[in-house]
């Protein structure tokens, strides 16, 4: 089993989220030990072409960037997706 490590740049986006967020977040990497492996729980993860070893994890209204490192998973940034609405623009 593989450990998850986090950067400095990531642990302070986890603490920007609201308290519901992060829990939500934290479930979501923690099962990102066992990735690719999981199969109890699909996650959304897709594979970048642009950046390497570079993955997203998708949970909820967020993206999770990580890398795998020596097959431990290494979460490098956490990005807020907005929706499109008449008010973006």
């Known amino acids: 089993m593989a450990q998850v490590v986090w950067t400095g ?3 302070k ?3 920007k989220l609201p308290a519901n967020d992060q829990k939500a977040m934290q479930a979501s990497v923690n099962s990102l030990e066992d990735y690719p492996a999981t199969k109890s729980k ?3 993860v897709i ?3 642009d950046r390497g070893s570079a993955y ?3 949970v909820g209204n967020y993206r999770v960037l990580f890398e795998l490192q020596k097959g ?3 979460i490098i940034e956490i990005q807020r997706i907005l ?3 008449s008010t973006t623009y």
């Open 9 to 11: 740049k990531a642990v």
């Open 13 to 15: 986006d986890l603490r």
């Open 42 to 44: 699909p996650l959304d």
């Open 47 to 49: 594979k970048l072409t």
């Open 56 to 58: 997203r994890l998708r």
């Open 72 to 74: 431990e998973p290494v």
């Open 83 to 85: 929706r499109c609405t």
